[in-house]
């Protein structure tokens, strides 16, 4: 079964700063890939996905993740946070029918 | 708003008493899916719809839970003799295809 890992638990920057978040799935082959994010009181939210092609993907919001698949990785970027891109970010994966999310990465934005 | 739709937001129960949540998925959405998340986790998945049929059902799904979608449409999810190590989020979740769209979640609460 795949198994996903988030590096960060917390992030705090300041407005401005350039953001990754580190997301490593366990296995290989085809995957399908996620980031959701949930801001405070809200549902999670689909930021973008990965399925095949170009593996620079662009999402809502600025954001942009890139799939390397030699490393199993899927690292969520923006090169400029806002303090409203204060949230909780979860990385998934798919396997079978369900999502395998990481324990999420809480980043604070200072103003 | 024609999101997925959870009730009730909030539930407190004291040990041993019976809960039961509902989730009204989107409105073309054939497969439903619930999760639970606890603190400081992402989202672990419990069960999988489609249409009525449930079609997988996780390890985490104890004999005390069990959750139905009678026409398809909505899902409830029961939790009998409720423990306190039960207390958790309780998402849900629905899709046409591969990406799933989040319910805001039931947080249940057990004294």
């Not at chain 2, 989107?26 to 497969?31: D, F, L, T, V």
Request: aromatic share 14%; charged share 20%; glycine share 8%.
């Amino acid at each position: 079964a795949q198994s996903v890992s988030q590096h960060n638990h917390h992030v705090i920057l300041s407005e401005a700063a350039s953001l990754e978040l580190g997301c490593n799935y366990s296995y290989g082959g085809t995957v399908n890939l996620f980031w959701y994010v949930q801001y405070p009181g809200q549902h999670l939210q689909l930021l973008l996905k990965y399925f095949s092609g170009d593996p620079l993907v662009k999402g809502i919001k600025g954001f942009e993740a890139e799939f390397i698949k030699s490393k199993f990785s899927f690292n969520l970027r923006k090169p400029s946070v806002q303090w409203s891109d204060t949230a909780e970010y979860f990385c998934a994966v798919r396997d079978g029918n369900k999502l395998v999310f990481g324990a999420g990465t809480i980043l604070r934005v200072k103003s | 708003d024609t999101g997925v739709s959870q009730d009730p937001r909030h539930k407190i129960t004291k040990r041993g008493q019976n809960v039961t949540f509902r989730c009204d998925p989107i409105s073309e959405h054939n497969r439903l899916y619930w999760y639970r998340q606890t603190l400081g986790q992402g989202p672990e998945f419990l069960t999988y719809f489609q249409n009525e049929a449930q079609l997988e059902k996780s390890r985490l799904l104890s004999d005390r839970f069990s959750a139905e979608r009678p026409k398809g449409s909505f899902s409830t999810l029961e939790i009998q003799r409720t423990e306190q190590g039960d207390s958790a989020m309780y998402l849900c979740a629905s899709s046409f295809g591969v990406v799933q769209y989040f319910g805001a979640g039931t947080r249940l609460s057990v004294l």
